[in-house]
């Protein structure tokens, strides 16, 4: 294996796509299950073609998640070192701004090339489900590229092909084809590990406002309970990290990623509780135009006026809002936190109520965050008030002598 072999060097290529967000009332499954499949089986048409001594990889995000990982890192690394970018283009693909900003990031390492340099090859676009003939873009066009000949693909999409078994013969052949690009260019046109920025980081391409507020109702470092673990707080209550593991990003990150790559634009915003909330200071953090998540540190109901800080915050809150406490149930504390929790839910009224997830690890709660998210979603598009301009009537001008 030379020291341009790919297999040192990264991974033959990073797999970008819209991730579906589940039924609020299901338990959560896996939404993208056809992806799942067309990746399995491309990293097997890769891995045949590719040298016998080299190993091809990819770069979803699920495989990125480990618990205690920064995902912004990991996915920053993948993009960074990944030959071809493989985009399953879809309607959604290009509504959302997550694998907009994945897109982007990748790209970001093709303006290093040298002069002269083919930087299109390094970019894969699929059709992966079709698009409605007034929302054909540009890039469709190089989508059909790799199934030029092939019937059903430009129609019905790459994943129909997947799910069908009447187009099996099709589907691999399109498979192969990608696979065949992919080595063809990590093993002759290498790009090489280079800096590529996490996509959190990479501005939304379609400059949209946040559509959901992920706020944090917790501790701080110097308003910590006695006995607890150092690394659990920090400077302001958006740096809590509820969970025993040395977790890389404060929850709230977690949960505003998730919604980013679900389509929905996130922010963070702590509440201070050292002093009773306001309605104002809750409102501020929420707003009437967004959907919101209200992370809540089961400790802040701790010791003297814990309970009427918690009170006042949640009376504060508007009807839409969706309150979650979060319990690890390896910390060793559980117990009181469990009975911390327990209290919080007993102080809510009905319109309030939290959701009370006790999480045995980060990964156990970030199976929970995509329905707690498309729930918020729901409760906001159902509760909060639409506001509708009244069309301002305007008088005729009298007519006068000389008018036109």
């Known amino acids: ?60 995000v699920e495989d990125l998640l480990r618990p205690g990982g920064d995902w912004g890192a990991a996915l920053a690394g993948a993009l960074g070192s990944a030959e071809v970018f493989v985009a399953l283009y879809s309607p959604g693909y290009f509504k959302k701004a997550w694998p907009l900003r994945e897109r982007t990031s990748f790209q970001r390492r093709l303006r290093h090339l040298r002069e002269g340099a083919d930087r299109q090859r390094h970019l894969l676009p699929v059709l992966w489900s079709p698009l409605l003939t007034w929302e054909r873009r540009t890039e469709i066009r190089d989508a059909l590229v790799i199934g030029e000949g092939v019937p059903g693909y430009a129609d019905n999409g790459l994943r129909a092909l997947c799910m069908l078994r009447s187009y099996g013969d099709e589907y691999r052949e399109i498979v192969r084809r990608i696979a065949a690009r992919i080595v063809d260019v990590a093993e002759h046109h290498p790009i090489g590990p ?137 910390d060793p504390q559980f117990q009181v936190g469990a009975e911390l929790a327990g209290r919080i839910a007993g102080l809510a009224g009905e319109t309030v109520a939290p959701c009370v997830v006790e999480a045995r690890d980060l990964r156990h709660f970030l199976e929970a965050v995509p329905v707690l998210v498309t729930e918020a979603r729901r409760r906001h598009l159902r509760q909060a008030p639409v506001f509708i301009l009244e069309p301002q009537h305007t008088a005729p001008r009298p007519w006068k002598r000389g008018d036109g």
């Open 1 to 60: 294996m030379d020291a341009g072999s790919p297999a040192r060097r990264g991974s033959y290529f990073f797999l970008s796509y819209a991730h579906s967000a589940p039924a609020v009332d299901e338990v959560p499954v896996d939404t993208d299950h056809w992806v799942r499949v067309f990746h399995d089986d491309l990293t097997a048409a890769v891995r045949e073609l590719a040298r016998p001594d080299a190993v091809a990889g990819a770069g979803l």
């Open 194 to 330: 280079s800096w590529a920025p996490a996509p959190q980081d990479v501005e939304d391409p379609s400059g949209a406002p946040a559509q959901l507020v992920v706020a944090v109702l917790a501790r701080t470092a110097d308003d910590a309970p006695d006995g607890r673990a150092g690394h659990v707080y920090g400077a302001d209550a958006g740096q809590w990290r509820p969970f025993a593991e040395p977790q890389a990003r404060p929850l709230a990150d977690y949960v505003a990623i998730t919604a980013e790559r679900l389509g929905l634009p996130a922010r963070t915003a702590p509440i201070t509780v050292t002093q009773p909330a306001t309605t104002t200071a809750t409102q501020t953090a929420a707003g009437s135009d967004s959907a919101a998540v209200l992370l809540v540190d089961p400790w802040v109901a701790a010791g003297d006026g814990g309970a009427a800080r918690v009170r006042a915050a949640l009376s504060a809150l508007p009807s839409w809002v969706l309150p979650v406490v979060v319990v690890d149930r390896r």
